[in-house]
């Protein structure tokens, strides 16, 4: 697959080339979730997202941190990096920004000023929401939102919460809800305001189920 991959990136990089539009095309390579490292109804590990926790189907950062990579001669110095946190709807926007067409209205933030060397992004709420079940036990329903280096998720079924400070713990080894319970109240208000501006759908008890017991 890997090598598919490789292979197909490399065809469309050839074709910019031959079409002569190397240096007025933003070329960017990314993934839509964190690898599956578990497969569903059986213990076959297939991938390792460490030093990362979680994978695909969760919240955790191995679940929704993902390769982000652009290219653009003339532009992006070559080797250069960003740590500012992006999310993949940002995309939408940035290339509309580029063919000079309005994004009002989408989800997402015009990254031209990061792949340019310009400014910063201004800090704000990425969310993630996934409220329903997956195969596995350790899937649950789970909302979970990023706001500067902190990192907040909600275990719908338990009621649970977790606090994570991303930018000393990027594991998410350390559950700082109980010591930082400011933060926690502070982070899981911007969560529900979140949720309440995107009209997420959340779980809600089936009066019908039955576990078979």
Do not use: C
Request: charged content about 25%; glycine content about 8%.
């Amino acid at each position: 697959m890997i090598a598919r991959m490789d292979h197909a990136v490399g065809q469309v990089m050839d074709a910019v080339d031959a079409a002569g539009l190397r240096e007025r095309t933003l070329i960017v390579f990314t993934s839509d979730n964190g690898g599956v490292e578990v497969l569903p109804y059986s213990e076959t590990k297939v991938t390792d997202n460490a030093p990362l926790r979680g994978a695909k189907f969760q919240l955790f950062e191995g679940g929704i941190r993902v390769p982000a990579i652009a290219s653009w001669p003339g532009v992006i110095p070559a080797g250069s990096r960003n740590s500012d946190p992006v999310i993949t709807h940002d995309w939408a926007a940035t290339l509309l920004a580029m063919a000079g067409t309005s994004s009002e209205g989408l989800d997402g933030q015009d990254l031209t000023p990061l792949l340019r060397e310009t400014g910063t992004l201004s800090p704000r709420v990425l969310g993630w929401h996934y409220p329903h079940y997956m195969p596995r036990e350790d899937m649950k329903p789970t909302s979970a939102i990023r706001y500067k280096n902190w990192k907040f998720i909600l275990d719908y079924e338990s009621g649970q919460i977790a606090l994570y400070d991303l930018e000393s713990d990027p594991s998410e080894s350390i559950d700082l809800s109980d010591s930082r319970p400011d933060t926690s109240l502070e982070m899981q208000a911007r969560l529900t305001l979140w949720l309440e501006e995107n009209h997420a759908q959340l779980p809600r008890v089936n009066p019908d189920f039955s576990s078979g017991e």
